[in-house]
């Protein structure tokens, strides 16, 4: 039996106005070959109407005759001859679960084992059983709303990484190095992210904070707090506890062992 899906009309950040134009005008202006697949039709009409892009990926939905087409980051719908473009937002209803999200969330994962671990403040909460990533900032003012947010999570593992943007936030390096020059980094962290304590220690100690930096820039992280799931799927900015609940929720049911196996 075929999913109930229904299609939410919005145009997602990922495509913009002037990308979905081009696209519009390019539907349904090559025939397709004989002899190939739905698929690899679609790939040949939309890459020799898009010079310089590369399909990522072509995947059919639950829809009959809709296809889900991959360009880097972005995504949009379209039935195989390219006659009809659908950018938006499809929602499987019977379980009210975002499809486009979720593909979203799984192009722009990352890798989580190029974490080094060793150089994150580890926070437990409760059993730990689940596992979150984040970058931050000591003076971004979004990560200590962030840090209000994940006091409410519980039975989590959080790894924090060090990334101050000294050019916007001067002082900040300053202050990410007193807390790691601390004693207890995650009480030194959590006072001053949650209770504005200032840390105590001299920032004169061996820090990873450069290597962080270079990291942040290599995946391509532009803000921060930036979080990561333990699948790899990456949100920026403050996002409210609910939602990094119901996320670890996913997370978890996907790969039951991911917390366990990175502690």
């Known amino acids: ?17 002037a990308a979905l134009c081009a696209l519009l005008a390019i539907a349904g202006t090559v025939a397709p070959a004989r002899g190939q697949t739905p698929e690899d039709n ?3 009409i939309v890459e020799a109407k898009m010079p ?5 990926e072509i995947r059919r939905t639950p829809l009959p005759g809709l296809y889900e087409v991959a360009i880097g980051n972005r995504l949009f719908y379209t039935d195989e001859a390219l006659s009809h473009l659908l950018v938006g937002t499809l929602i499987e209803a019977a379980s009210n679960r975002n499809l486009t999200d979720v593909r979203l969330r799984q192009l722009n994962a990352i890798d989580i084992r190029q974490l080094p671990l060793d150089s994150a403040i580890r ?8 596992t979150l990533y984040v970058f931050s900032d000591p003076l971004c003012p979004f990560c200590a709303q962030l840090e209000q947010e994940l006091q409410k ?5 959080i790894y924090t990484f060090l990334v101050p943007v000294e050019q916007m936030r001067p002082g900040s390096r300053a202050r990410a190095l007193e807390i790691w020059c601390s004693t207890d980094r995650a009480a030194a962290w959590e006072a001053w992210m949650v209770k504005q304590v200032p840390p ?3 920032p004169a100690c061996r820090n990873p904070i450069d290597p962080l930096l270079k990291l942040s820039e290599k995946l391509g992280f532009q803000a921060t707090p930036t979080l990561i799931f333990g699948d790899g799927a990456v949100l ?13 929720a996913e997370t978890a049911a ?7 196996a990175r502690k």
């Open 123 to 130: 926070t437990v909460r409760g059993k730990g059983r689940r």
């Open 52 to 56: 310089g892009e590369k399909v990522r």
């Open 200 to 202: 105590r220690a001299k």
């Open 236 to 248: 920026t900015g403050r996002i409210p506890a609910a939602q990094i609940e119901k996320l670890l």
């Open 153 to 157: 999570i519980d039975d989590v593992t």
């Open 42 to 44: 679609l790939r040949r």
């Open 254 to 260: 996907q790969s039951p062992a991911t917390g366990a």
């Open 1 to 17: 039996m075929i999913p109930t899906v229904r299609v939410r009309w919005a145009l997602p950040v990922a495509f913009t106005r």
